[in-house]
T-cell receptor, first 111, second 115 residues
C-alpha cells in the first residue's frame, strides 16, 4: 500500500553487519506490526508497537515507533544468514478494521 | 494446533474459470482476512471479516467474493479468473474483532496462475 512506504526495498549486507529498515506514513499509525517472510512461505509475526516512543527487542532485532507514531524502524544487530528474507511492516492507519502493509524489504546476508 | 490452513497450495486456471480458495483456522479467531501479494506491491487487502456473517471490502475487492458462515472458515471465490489475478494469496486471522490490536496469523499461501 502507498499509505506505508518501506525503505530500502532491497538490502544486501555482509554477515555480522548492522542494518536498519524504515517504515513511514504521512498519517498516524494506530498499531504497527513487523513481519518476516522467508522466500515462498507465509509471514511470521515479529513485534507489535502501539505507543509513541515505544521500543521492543527480540534477540538481535529491535523495533521502534517514533513519538509522532508516523515512522517505525527495524534494526538488526550483527546480522546472520538466518535473518535473510522479506521484512514487511503493517499498520492500521485510519483507525479502522484494516491492516495495510508496506511493499516489503528484501534482505540478503552475504557470508 | 494447525493454525491457519490454506488449500490448495498451487493452482493453475484458464481465463474465465471460477474457483474457491479455502481458508480454515482452529484458533477461534473472530477476525479473518484475505491478502494478495504481488512483486513490489507488498500485501494488499482483498476482503475481511470481523465475525461470522459479517464481511467487508478491502483495497482490491473487484473480481472476488467471500462469505463467513462459520467462525472457522473464510473461503475466497474467484468468479471469472483473469490473468491480472495471478498472484500469491494469503489468508490471515487474529483474536481481535478489530484485527488491529492483536497480531495476524498467516497461512502459507496459495500460488495462483491464470493463463
Amino acid at each position: 500500500s502507498q499509505e506505508l512506504e518501506q525503505s530500502p526495498q532491497s538490502l544486501i549486507v555482509q554477515e555480522g553487519k548492522n542494518l536498519t529498515i524504515n517504515c513511514t506514513s504521512s498519517k498516524t499509525l494506530y498499531g504497527l506490526y513487523w513481519y518476516k517472510q522467508k522466500y515462498g512461505e507465509g509471514l511470521i509475526f515479529l513485534m507489535m508497537l502501539q505507543k509513541g516512543g515505544e521500543e521492543k527487542s527480540h534477540e538481535k532485532i529491535t523495533a521502534k515507533l517514533d513519538e509522532k507514531k508516523q515512522q517505525s524502524s527495524l534494526h538488526i544487530t550483527a546480522s546472520q544468514p538466518s535473518h535473510a528474507g522479506i521484512y514487511l511492516c503493517g499498520a492500521d492507519i485510519k483507525g479502522a478494521q484494516k491492516l495495510v502493509f508496506g511493499q516489503g524489504t528484501r534482505l540478503t546476508i552475504n557470508p | 494446533n494447525a493454525g491457519v490452513t490454506q488449500t490448495p497450495k498451487f493452482q493453475v486456471l484458464k481465463t474465465g474459470q471460477s474457483m474457491t480458495l479455502q481458508c480454515a483456522q482452529d484458533m477461534n479467531h473472530e477476525y479473518m482476512s484475505w491478502y494478495r501479494q504481488d512483486p513490489g506491491m507488498g500485501l494488499r487487502l482483498i476482503h475481511y471479516s470481523v465475525g461470522a456473517g459479517i464481511t467487508d471490502q478491502g483495497e482490491v475487492p473487484n473480481g472476488y467474493n467471500v462469505s463467513r458462515s462459520t467462525t472457522e472458515d473464510f473461503p475466497l471465490r474467484l468468479l471469472s479468473a483473469a490473468p491480472s489475478q495471478t498472484s500469491v494469496y494469503f489468508c490471515a486471522s487474529s483474536y481481535s474483532a478489530t484485527g488491529v490490536d492483536s497480531p495476524l496469523h498467516f497461512g502459507n499461501g496459495t500460488r495462483l496462475t491464470v493463463t
